[in-house]
T-cell receptor
Framework: DSGVTQTPKHLITATGQRVTLRCSPRSGDLSVYWYQQSLDQGLQFLIQYYNGEERAKGNILERFSAQQFPDLHSELNLSSLELGDSALYFC???????????FGPGTRLTVL | AQKITQTQPGMFVQEKEAVTLDCTYDTSDPSYGLFWYKQPSSGEMIFLIYQGSYDQQNATEGRYSLNFQKARKSANLVISASQLGDSAMYFCAMREGSRYNFNKFYFGSGTKLNVKP
């Protein structure tokens, strides 16, 4: 158990819908990262927050947005969902902005 | 060009033997960090080892060591005395940029390791 929690574990929804994925980092970690893992794209870095501020941005679509709250938990919002958004979404956390990351169990999103 | 290249989609190793998983990277930034992660069939991602670009010595963590050859831009993972529980997908990753000012992370396509009894 990495100490990072993600909810929900599974999410099934329809195209065009909007969902929110939630992540609670390990106690004391200030940095949160979001990743998407799909069969065709592999593991893609989406975005990183450090102590509430956006720190680095990867291949995140404009339909996706994220934020980190004062209590350091983070949410990833996915809107206007498409079939291709079906993937495993990981959250990871680290103490500082660059340390090794500890991954949560992931949220498996299925868009029908 | 690919930032992280793992050329071995799948590998087999006999239990108790050592195995090397290859990883090459591409960056022009003098500051970067290299990581290896393990993903068992259960799906979670497990951090194994980290090497900074300025680290003089190869990183080691228990049975894992990172063979860092900076001039060749390679960061191979060596697993000694393989165990059945080592069967998993292994990902090499790179943080491009310094510890305090970096851009993003890149992951390779992974190597599936199967340990045979």
């Amino acid at each position: 158990d990495s100490g990072v929690t993600q909810t929900p574990k599974h999410l099934i929804t329809a195209t065009g819908q909007r969902v929110t994925l939630r992540c609670s980092p390990r106690s004391g970690d200030l940095s949160v990262y979001w990743y998407q893992q799909s069969l065709d794209q592999g593991l893609q870095f989406l975005i990183q927050y450090y102590n509430g501020e956006e720190r680095a941005k990867g291949n995140i679509l404009e339909r996706f947005s994220a934020q980190q709250f004062p209590d350091l938990h983070s949410e990833l919002n996915l809107s206007s969902l498409e079939l291709g958004d079906s993937a495993l979404y990981f959250c990871a956390s680290s103490l500082l902005a660059d340390n090794e990351q500890f991954f949560g169990p992931g949220t498996r999103l299925t868009v029908l | 060009a690919q930032k992280i290249t793992q050329t071995q989609p799948g590998m087999f190793v006999q239990e108790k033997e050592a195995v090397t998983l290859d990883c090459t990277y591409d960056t022009s930034d003098p500051s970067y960090g290299l990581f290896w992660y393990k993903q068992p069939s259960s799906g979670e991602m497990i951090f194994l080892i980290y090497q900074g670009s300025y680290d003089q010595q190869n990183a080691t963590e228990g049975r894992y060591s990172l063979n860092f050859q900076k001039a060749r831009k390679s960061a191979n993972l060596v697993i000694s005395a393989s165990q059945l529980g080592d069967s998993a997908m292994y990902f090499c990753a790179m943080r491009e940029g310094s510890r305090y000012n970096f851009n993003k992370f890149y992951f390779g396509s992974g190597t599936k390791l199967n340990v045979k009894p």
